[in-house]
């Protein structure tokens, strides 16, 4: 079972590194000042991303957890 955790722990760290671009997309809308309708916009894409993310960082969470019960 130890490839379940070697997977796991490569999805989370997919999952942390898409948490780190989204942070950087945050912040490259705030440095641009957009308008407040513009900026809503552009940081409702960055949410579906955001949770996009959680949910792989998790799923590989999920599978370390379970790789190492079984091992």
């Known amino acids: 079972m130890h490839f379940v955790i070697w997977i796991g722990a490569a999805l989370t760290a997919v999952g942390i590194l898409g948490l780190l671009w989204c942070i950087k997309l945050v912040l490259d809308i705030?440095?641009?000042?957009?308008?407040?309708?513009?900026?809503?916009?552009?940081?409702?894409?960055v949410v579906v991303w955001?949770?996009?993310?959680?949910?792989v960082s998790f799923l590989g969470l999920i599978m370390v957890v379970v790789g190492v019960i079984l091992a």
Request: charged letters at 30%.
């Open 30 to 45: 705030k440095r641009q000042k957009l308008p407040d309708a513009e900026a809503r916009l552009a940081m409702q894409r």
């Open 50 to 55: 955001n949770m996009g993310a959680l949910a």
